[in-house]
């Protein structure tokens, strides 16, 4: 039996090399769930939002039959598809995160645009899938296997190795640039910052910090001082090009 396939947009990044023009010939002796047909060629379920099998929209339950035209849409986080079945939940009203192990360095740059995220080093996978459905969280990561578990619902595949590039690829994807708020979480634990009197937590300051800067921020959490030291400028670099990824890729 035979069904052909064909794989729209980004997804075809997930094919092999051979498969990349997006159209495969599934050849198969026992009919399967599209869900499963779909992730055998590398294409996690939570890049998926449409699925047309000969020309109606169908869900993951979807059992592939012999002759099939089946074409697979990626993710419109941004659009209203009403008119057809979407295969995921409903994007997340409030935007938050989980990162494992492969993403640490985009942890600290998401926490420093104000945004809500989750990490450790070396956290099980059980433990990432649980805290991303259990506290509504995006998970974030280079490990397809993970975003293949079936109770994942909201994942994203991070394409970039550089963790520069990488924040400019989460703000395009998500669509964040009008949520950037900087310099409100702790870069070391998550927790949020508020302003304090340089009076109160003089005694904490080195002499010279003490001496050169009067505002200062402490985390609610973890009780760690920020003031805008000599680091400042490159922390600003990341802001500017986050606050700028999407008039990048419209010029792209």
């Not at 659009?79 to 942890?107: I, Q, W």
């Not at 070396?122 to 490990?143: H, K, N, Y």
């Not at 190795?161 to 924040?167: G, H, L, R």
């Not at 800067?213 to 986050?242: E, K, V």
Request: positive net charge; glycine residues 6%; charged residues 30%.
């Amino acid at each position: 039996m035979r069904a052909d396939l064909r794989f729209y947009a980004e997804l075809k990044d997930f094919l092999a090399l051979k498969r990349r023009s997006g159209t495969v010939a599934h050849t198969f002796r026992v009919p399967g769930s599209v869900k499963d047909v779909i992730e055998s060629y590398g294409v996690p379920h939570t890049e998926v939002d449409v699925i047309l099998a000969n020309g109606e929209s169908v869900d993951f339950s979807y059992r592939v039959c012999d002759g099939d035209r089946i074409s697979i849409y990626p993710v419109f986080e941004a659009f209203e598809v009403t008119s057809l079945v979407r295969v995921r939940p409903k994007p997340l009203r409030e935007v938050r995160f989980v990162l494992d192990g492969h993403v640490g360095k985009l942890a600290r740059r998401l926490r420093l645009l104000g945004f809500d995220t989750r990490y450790a080093n070396d956290p099980s996978d059980d433990a990432l899938v649980d805290i991303s459905t259990s506290e509504r969280r995006i998970l974030l990561t280079r490990d397809l296997a993970l975003l293949k578990r079936r109770a994942v619902t909201h994942g994203y595949f991070v394409r970039s190795t550089n963790s520069d590039e990488q924040v400019g690829e989460i703000i395009r994807r998500f669509q964040l640039v009008d949520r950037i708020d900087p310099f409100t979480r702790c870069l070391s634990c998550n927790g949020l910052l508020e302003r304090v009197e340089k009076t109160a937590i003089a005694h904490r300051l080195p002499p010279k910090t003490r001496e050169l800067y009067d505002r200062y921020r402490m985390c609610t959490t973890c009780r760690r001082i920020y003031w805008r030291g000599a680091h400042h400028p490159s922390l600003d670099r990341i802001i500017a090009a986050a606050r700028g990824a999407e008039s990048q890729s419209e010029g792209a």
